[in-house]
């Protein structure tokens, strides 16, 4: 009978992570070193020493939060005409969302998916040992849709906490588990493999570079983990693509190498992530402009602008320049640097290498946070096309977070209420107000100013995806 208690044995006969107690120095070193089953012995191996290791530092996430409930008859002049209004009052409702976590520390800092906990004013989490515990949130990073854990009166007891693998050193092919509560199930533990890296055109977050298994992920799966066949914490388990809501053998993880970023941050005692700020507007190298620029290939992060005493115009970064590698790793595109740059620790440089014309060369940009002013955000509730719109001042942090030009100034819009006469009138968030009834709007104070204004006709102008728009709304 095969010794189930050795999981180097397991790991030995499967070999599906990097022989990890010696990573080799090349991808492709790390591949030969990788076997498959040889006998139908080996494939009745089991996962159950490497679940065991893992399952106690995964646990289920509750959240519950206070919506308000408004009854639509009551929007209806003619029929608060005939029944007057005080049932237009809006009733609070609790919703709640179920998902999973992931301890990270023993203290009993835990690690889910922001979407998880959005807008929760009550969190509570289960421990596979069925123990039961109130959370509060310590840190919310939409940019990446996590969002960091922490029990409440834990006093001095010590949790187990997964181990960080490097995700970096995963390979397609790999075998992973994810573990989760699906569909509140409970937990809940399936198998896959390693489908695709680097998965840039997913639409989730702001730092797409996703690790694809086919492992089985389902509802509740969100913010639970995925972990190789060491035990290590290699994802954290955020999507899927799916037309019926279940799974279909395609989910996506963000890399555990992100994940630490943010819980480090947390770990620091920060509310929110610190990032180095490049100071530039990159885009993709589409094939087209590969052959306008002499490229063999349509892979690079073209700079499209580069803003003013910003890190990349000091470094010498030019408009035209194509972005081709970060610390000698090779970057792709554009959302493959946004994830490699956003690793980088603040402080000392970061080696950007740049094709310019025919000629690679390599420049030092200095790893500093973007520039931050007061950003004074309000909620417009005067009556006008702006109503129920969160809208801040502009400045190169928050250019950056919103991923807008970083020369970019004004009042922009951060959230648009649902249901409100700017959802309706189809504002976005990260729209940039520059005029109203063709007067120059600089900070949120003023545009909420001009909003209390009765006008029977709104000129608004916007900027949106670097274009200028100018609209008429009735009053």
């Known amino acids: 009978m095969t010794d189930r208690r050795s999981l180097r044995t397991v790991l030995g006969i499967l070999a599906l992570t990097a022989l990890t107690l010696a990573p080799a120095a090349h991808a492709q070193d790390r591949v030969q070193d990788r076997v498959v089953p040889r006998s139908g012995a080996e494939l009745k191996l089991s996962f159950a020493p490497v679940v065991k290791r893992a399952t106690p530092s995964v646990v289920n996430v509750y959240a519950a939060r206070a919506v308000e409930v408004r009854n639509p008859l009551f929007d209806?002049?003619?029929?608060?005409?005939?029944?007057?209004?005080?049932?237009?009052?809006?009733?609070?409702?609790?919703?709640?969302?179920?998902g999973s976590g992931v301890i990270v520390d023993p203290s009993g800092l835990m690690i889910t998916n922001n979407h998880v906990v959005?807008?929760?004013?009550?969190?509570?989490?289960?421990?596979?040992?069925?123990?039961?515990?109130?959370?509060?949130?310590?840190?919310?990073?939409?940019?990446t849709d996590l969002a960091v854990l922490r029990i409440k009166d834990a006093g001095k007891e010590r949790f187990p906490a997964v181990e960080f693998g490097n995700s970096d050193e995963l390979q397609v092919g790999d075998v992973v588990l994810a573990i989760g509560n699906p569909f509140g199930v409970g937990?809940?533990?399936?198998?896959?493999?390693?489908?695709?890296?680097?998965?840039?055109?997913v639409g989730i977050t702001d730092y797409q570079f996703f690790i694809q298994t086919d492992a089985a992920i389902n509802p509740g799966n969100s913010g639970g983990a995925?972990?190789?066949?060491?035990?290590?914490?290699?994802?954290?388990?955020?999507?899927?693509?799916s037309r019926s809501g279940g799974s279909q053998g395609i989910g996506f993880a963000i890399p555990a190498n992100m994940v630490q970023v943010v819980a480090a941050s947390a770990k620091g005692g920060g509310n929110a992530v610190k990032r180095p700020w490049l100071g530039a507007k990159l885009q993709n190298v589409t094939p087209e402009i590969a052959e306008g620029l002499g490229l063999k290939r349509a892979s690079g992060a073209l700079v499209a602008s580069v803003s003013s005493n910003s890190p990349a115009a000091k470094a010498g970064l030019k408009s035209g320049d194509v972005i081709v590698s970060i610390d000698g790793q090779s970057v792709e595109d554009q959302n493959g640097f946004d994830y490699r740059f956003g690793l980088r620790p603040l402080g000392g440089n970061a080696q950007v290498g740049v094709l310019r014309g025919a000629n690679e060369t390599?420049?030092?940009?200095?790893?500093?946070?973007a520039p931050e002013r007061p950003r004074e955000e309000i909620v417009i509730k005067a009556r006008s096309p702006l109503t129920g719109a969160k809208v801040g001042n502009l400045s190169p942090a928050l250019a950056d977070e919103l991923r807008l030009d970083p020369s970019t100034e004004g009042v922009v819009v951060l959230e648009i209420a649902g249901g409100s006469?700017?959802?309706?009138?189809?504002?976005?968030?990260?729209?940039?107000?520059?005029?109203?009834n063709e007067q120059k709007v600089e900070t949120s104070k003023q545009l909420e100013r001009v909003t209390r204004d009765t006008n029977r006709l709104w000129q608004i102008t916007i900027l949106r995806n670097g274009r200028q728009v100018t609209a008429q709304f009735g009053g």
Request: no cysteine; aromatic share 6%; glycine share 8%.
């Open 76 to 98: 209806d002049p003619l029929f608060r005409r005939f029944f007057g209004a005080p049932g237009n009052i809006p009733r609070e409702q609790m919703q709640r969302s179920l």
């Open 421 to 436: 006469p700017a959802q309706r009138l189809g504002f976005q968030r990260g729209d940039v107000v520059l005029a109203i």
């Open 362 to 369: 390599t420049l030092a940009v200095a790893l500093v946070t």
């Open 226 to 241: 995925l972990v190789d066949l060491s035990g290590k914490l290699v994802g954290i388990n955020t999507a899927i693509f």
């Open 187 to 201: 937990q809940t533990v399936t198998h896959g493999i390693v489908s695709a890296l680097a998965r840039t055109q």
């Open 118 to 143: 959005e807008g929760a004013t009550e969190v509570k989490v289960s421990l596979a040992d069925k123990r039961e515990f109130e959370a509060e949130i310590v840190l919310k990073d939409s940019r």
